[in-house]
């Protein structure tokens, strides 16, 4: 996970434990409008902190890793 998924979940835990917006910010650094754009996101319904771009299999796999799909290699499957 990159730095700024990290910090939208570290702002959003402590949103949730009750801590106010400019406390937020102070204790993880970011700026009062980053913490409010995340909080305003999340209560949008707008945040997922789970995207689900993995599904699980093989090819989802090997494409994260960096090897791509069958696909990019020219293979679609027997025809």
Same mark, same amino acid.
């Given at each position: &996970?990159?730095? =700024?998924?990290?910090?939208? @979940?570290? @702002?959003? /835990?402590?949103? +949730? +434990?009750?801590? $106010? #917006?400019?406390? @937020?910010?102070?204790?993880?650094?970011?700026?009062?409008? $980053?913490?409010? !754009?995340?909080?305003?996101? =999340? $209560?949008?319904? +707008?945040?997922?902190?789970? #995207?689900?771009? &993995? /599904?699980?299999?093989?090819?989802?796999? &090997?494409?994260?890793?960096? =090897?791509?799909?069958? +696909?990019?290699?020219?293979?679609?499957?027997? !025809?």
């Amino acid at each position: &996970m990159g730095y =700024f998924s990290n910090l939208q @979940i570290d @702002i959003l /835990d402590l949103y +949730e +434990e009750g801590l $106010e #917006p400019a406390s @937020i910010a102070r204790v993880t650094g970011a700026t009062l409008t $980053e913490v409010l !754009e995340c909080i305003s996101q =999340f $209560e949008a319904g +707008e945040y997922d902190a789970d #995207p689900g771009d &993995m /599904d699980g299999d093989h090819d989802s796999a &090997m494409a994260s890793a960096g =090897f791509g799909t069958d +696909e990019d290699y020219g293979y679609y499957g027997d !025809e």
